[in-house]
């Protein structure tokens, strides 16, 4: 059964076409890059596979639960790393880390132990007594990111996940996104960085105004180009990069 499955999914707004009719099957295993430039839909894709906004044809399953449906199942299953996080600032670190826990149902032992694994792994747990409002963009993007790894998520979804991170956090990210994919589950995330795509996913699609204008395997779209070149090919024009 497929972890995210996108099916002839269109999204209008006004008379602008965000999405256009796009199918996307995303198996157990697989890293699945996301590429396009800027207002190509690649938000409005993730936001529609989140729930977090309705779509006008087509159907989002999310381990084989429609996403309309059963919106609440969906989302125990899977976690969101957005590009720039809106957290609750007024909590500390360790108490937005317990709140997402009590969301997801975590005892303490678990969410103890996850909890300084992550912090710990990228460098903020001698932070989490502090207020998020005193964070940095990198450290708020750390929290949310450990967040996110609390109740062991099927699906990652992430929207440009590494704007913000330092080279080491990077590194981690891109180790917990293979960890999740050896236990089962799948990834899906857009990015601009096409040396990171090219290196870590195993497949990749290429959206441009609403459209599918390449996917499948890194082999089959690339072939022996790189993925800069043929992304500019198909875009047809260097400024959209």
Do not use: W
């Not at 602008?16 to 996307?24: D, E, T, Y």
């Not at 500019?232 to 024009?237: A, I, P, Q, R, V």
């Amino acid at each position: 059964m497929s972890i995210l499955k996108i099916e002839n999914l269109t999204k209008t707004f006004g008379e602008k076409v965000a999405v256009n009719n796009i199918s996307i099957n995303i198996e157990p295993g697989e890293i699945y890059g996301f590429i396009g430039h800027n207002g190509a839909g690649k938000t409005t894709t993730i936001k529609s596979c989140l729930g977090l906004m309705s779509y006008d044809n087509g159907e989002i399953f999310i381990d084989g639960i429609n996403v309309k449906q059963d919106p609440i199942r969906c989302k125990e299953i899977l976690a969101y790393i957005p590009d720039n996080p809106q957290l609750y600032e007024f909590l500390t670190g360790i108490q937005y880390l317990n709140f997402v826990a009590d969301i997801f149902k975590i005892d303490k032992e678990t969410r103890d132990q996850r909890i300084t694994e992550y912090t710990k792994l990228f460098g903020i747990y001698d932070d989490l007594s502090m207020p998020i409002s005193s964070y940095s963009h990198g450290m708020k993007q750390k929290i949310a990111i450990a967040s996110a790894f609390i109740h062991e998520p099927k699906l990652l979804i992430m929207d440009e996940p590494f704007v913000g991170l330092d080279p080491v956090a990077s590194r981690h990210v891109k180790d917990l996104m293979r960890r999740i994919c050896d236990n089962g589950g799948a990834v899906f995330f857009s990015t601009h960085v096409l040396e990171v795509a090219e290196k870590l996913c195993d497949k990749v699609a290429i959206i441009r105004k609403g459209n599918l204008i390449a996917q499948g395997t890194m082999e089959e779209v690339k072939g022996s180009k790189s993925l800069e070149d043929v992304f500019l090919e198909l875009e047809g024009d260097v400024s959209y990069v």
